[in-house]
């Protein structure tokens, strides 16, 4: 959940959080031990999966612990000489090379910006995933690997999904592709049993405190309390949160979600005037609506309370936002459907 870089041209970087390093430049991966050790032991032992799953919400660490892996394989290929936390030293060359997006053993795979209307692609094409063939036949890094990130696969469309399909039916020697995924599920099948799974879950209270203090230390401790307690469980929900704008949707988010029943329709035309003013504005109030919906899920389900509508909801609100970002459409209409869709929600399940 990334606050859009505010750069234009080859610096445009859509999973960039403005003030903050990239994935790619962060040595801490707060609180997945769990799945640093599998990827760990499994470039260690020799014989690594040649396409992995990473999954997870946004934020928690895919795109860092993927990285990491990169600049592991890149620099020692798949042998136990690797360290067993994956780590390397910032001023290794590798290391420095992949900072500097100029490693030829690595080819990262996002949406950048249209060529044609300079704004942001809204999903990863096929021209871009086919560029894998090309790179794939090269020979880099540490004993000829090769390595490749497509962050994430969710944006692929359905031709660049066939094509990525093609490459994990053949893999070549000595190359590793890491799929970046927020919602698996959205995968085809065929691309998800081709690939080790590695799921990266939601951080505890106590990581989130320990990582706010370390990245936001000049914040008053309740503040941090507060953007850990809006963020769910996600840094990169939190850093984008430190930004008032980002505040603001969260807080306006969990109010539409509270006030489902009878929402506000002042407030909903206020709200749709805010988001038209921001930039990337109705994208992460989608995002920070979906964040306040999971954690709305996983409190009615400690509770032993009804879920399946709840979830229903948040799945229709995803295909609402991703169809409102990719087709431009106005914010007011897109908040009003969305208040509407909960508003009936709230009244099926019985919500006071």
């Known amino acids: 959940m990334a606050k859009r870089s505010r750069g234009g041209g080859e610096d445009f970087e859509s999973d960039r959080i403005a003030g903050f390093p990239h994935p790619r430049e962060t040595r801490t991966l707060w609180g997945q031990d769990a799945a640093l050790s599998l990827a760990a032991a499994a470039l260690r032992g020799g014989r690594p999966p040649h396409a992995w799953l990473i999954t997870g919400p946004p934020g928690i660490g895919k795109a860092t612990l993927a990285y990491r892996m990169a600049r592991t394989l890149l620099r020692y290929g798949a042998t136990d000489a690797a360290p067993a936390d994956l780590s390397l030293p910032a001023d290794d060359p590798v290391a420095r090379q992949i900072a500097a997006r100029s490693h030829p053993g690595l080819l990262v795979l996002k949406r950048g910006l249209n060529p044609r209307t300079g704004k942001p692609q809204t999903e990863l094409p096929v021209d871009e995933v086919r560029r894998l063939s090309d790179f794939f036949g090269m020979t ?9 990130i497509i962050d994430p696969a969710d944006d692929m469309n359905e031709n660049a999904a066939n094509a990525l399909l093609k490459q994990l039916e053949e893999p070549p020697r000595n190359a590793m592709l890491l799929l970046l995924s927020h919602r698996p599920g959205r995968l085809l ?6 690939c080790r799974r590695l799921d990266l879950r939601l951080l505890s209270d106590t990581v989130m405190e320990r990582a706010l203090s370390e ?15 809006l963020a769910g469980g996600s840094i990169g929900a939190a850093l984008t949160l430190a930004d008032s704008d980002g505040a603001m949707l969260a807080q306006e988010a969990d ?3 509270s006030q489902a029943r009878d929402p506000d329709l002042v407030a909903l035309h206020g709200l749709g005037d805010k988001v038209s003013r921001m930039r990337d504005g109705l994208s992460l109030f989608g995002d920070f609506l979906a964040a306040a919906l999971t954690a709305r899920i996983r409190a009615r389900a400690r509770a032993n309370g009804e879920t399946r509508r709840w979830a229903e909801a948040a799945a229709r609100m995803e295909e609402l936002f991703a169809r409102a970002d990719g087709l431009n459409l106005e914010p007011h209409q897109t908040i009003w459907t969305a208040a509407r869709g909960l508003a009936a929600t709230a009244r099926r399940a019985g919500e006071p």
Do not use: F, K, N, Y
Request: no cysteine.
């Open 255 to 257: 109010r539409l979600i």
């Open 140 to 148: 880099a890094g540490a004993d000829g690997w090769r390595v490749a």
């Open 189 to 194: 099948p065929t691309i998800r049993s081709r």
């Open 215 to 229: 990245l936001l230390p000049d914040m008053e401790s309740a503040e941090r309390d507060m953007l850990a307690r």
